[in-house]
């Protein structure tokens, strides 16, 4: 996929797309068919593999044909049952509703594009590990309002950019094992799977058999209880609040008067063929000034559920996750090429902060307040926490590996 509103998009690939989505959903319909004639409600001659008859070019057919029902999931339930035998044809669908179909594609697709990130943190996580112990001594000033404060190490900026690495990435990884499924039939009470099976039991191991063909959760029917969504957009937002915080160190510290910070390989400008531009911290600080208001958009969404299947809110939630994950997807693997080729001009660094006068009064003043001997820096624990930031990346690395 390619999009010229959003450079970078095609680096997601087909995560979260149009056609993958199709696909997710063909395959919770083929699962919960698998389900049907393996639990011995559905006849041998039922089964079939849906995805062979679905062609690339019915995703658009597709959509424009959900418009008269506001789901997808109608048109391609027509569509594969006018292209199956009858036993499949009767079978097909049975004890499900649009929103089992939609809700449960999202998650699966979903899931695909948190892998896909979660690869990506295992990357960036090794980088700045290797960042901040390179430069664990190298001086820089630190500013704060914009302005010098104190002597610091590039090696404890770094480790603070690697703290809000891991703490979005631990919980990301965490969500995975709990992606839930949904099924719940028209209103969510298993009505239909109770009748297919003639119990509750039998309904509820139904459900519990298309979480584990689809590896996801088995999780009793959530409709407009719209959590298990937010905790997806929430999940991606604090991937993009880390990586913004990190693309604007490194676009401050690379404008020219300041010099301290380098992308591996810039972009140019079409009339100033002098610039090196940070095009790839822009573009991600570009994600990171837009990916709160996507998640908002899904707990306004959450809010606004109402009833047994929301009027809007529910249908507001497909396009806007989509946007969030393909953006998100894009700015993790530009955060990764960005520490990858990071380059640090320690001469630059170190000539800034000898420039920055007046820098150490106050820790003077603590020296004459105890009576202490100076000390020989003023880093403060600057060490320690690296360490600490390090020890915590170690454990990360191992869990993912």
């Known amino acids: ?68 029902d506001g789901s997808p999931v109608s048109a391609l339930v027509t569509l594969l049952r006018e292209r199956s035998t009858a036993a499949t044809a009767r079978w097909l669908h049975r004890g499900l509703t649009s929103q089992d179909v939609v809700d449960t594609a999202l998650v699966i697709c979903a899931r695909d594009v948190l892998m896909r990130i ?47 690495i891991l703490d979005a990435a631990e919980p990301l990884t965490g969500l995975l094992p709990s992606l839930p499924v949904q099924v719940g039939g028209a209103v969510g009470t298993l009505a ?6 003639g119990s509750v039991d039998g309904a509820i191991a139904l459900s519990d058999a298309l979480a584990g063909a689809l590896r996801l959760a088995p999780a009793p029917p959530w409709h407009t209880t ?6 997806i957009g929430d999940a991606l937002v604090s991937c993009c609040d880390a990586w913004g915080h990190i693309a604007a160190d490194i676009a401050t510290g690379s404008r020219p008067e300041v010099g301290e910070l380098a992308e591996g390989t810039g972009g140019g400008s079409s009339t100033m063929p002098h610039k090196n531009n940070p095009v790839r911290s822009v573009l991600i600080r570009r994600t990171a000034l837009t990916a709160g208001t996507l998640g908002a958009t ?25 946007t969030l994950a393909r953006h998100t997807v ?37 020296t004459e307040l105890t009576g202490s001997p100076a000390r020989p820096d003023y880093t403060g624990a600057a060490d320690r926490l690296i360490d600490s930031t390090l020890s915590r990346a170690r454990r990360f690395i191992k869990s993912a590996s």
């Open 1 to 68: 996929m390619t999009d010229l509103f959003w450079p970078g998009d095609d680096l997601a690939g087909d995560l979260m797309s149009g056609p993958a989505f199709l696909e997710a959903m063909v395959a919770v319909e083929r699962a919960w068919l698998d389900s049907l004639v393996d639990a011995g409600i559905a006849p041998q001659e039922a089964r079939a593999s849906l995805a062979d008859l679905i062609a690339d070019a019915d995703t658009e057919s597709i959509a424009r044909r959900a418009a008269t």
């Open 118 to 164: 979660g690869d990506e943190f295992t990357v960036q996580v090794r980088a700045l590990s290797e960042l901040a112990e390179r430069h664990r001594s190298t001086p820089t000033l630190a500013r704060t309002l914009t302005q010098a404060a104190l002597p610091s190490t590039f090696g404890a900026k770094m480790a603070r950019w690697l703290t809000g």
């Open 330 to 366: 894009v700015a993790a693997i530009q955060a990764s090429e960005l520490l990858s080729g990071l380059q640090v001009d320690t001469a630059r660094a170190a000539a800034n902060l000898a420039d920055a006068g007046g820098l150490l009064t106050e820790q003077r003043a603590m």
């Open 192 to 197: 239909a799977a109770t009748e297919l099976t």
């Open 298 to 322: 899904l707990h306004l969404a959450a809010g606004a559920s109402v009833d047994e299947r929301s009027d809007g809110a529910w249908h507001a939630e497909w396009a806007t996750l989509r």
């Open 226 to 231: 719209r959590s298990a969504i937010t905790r």
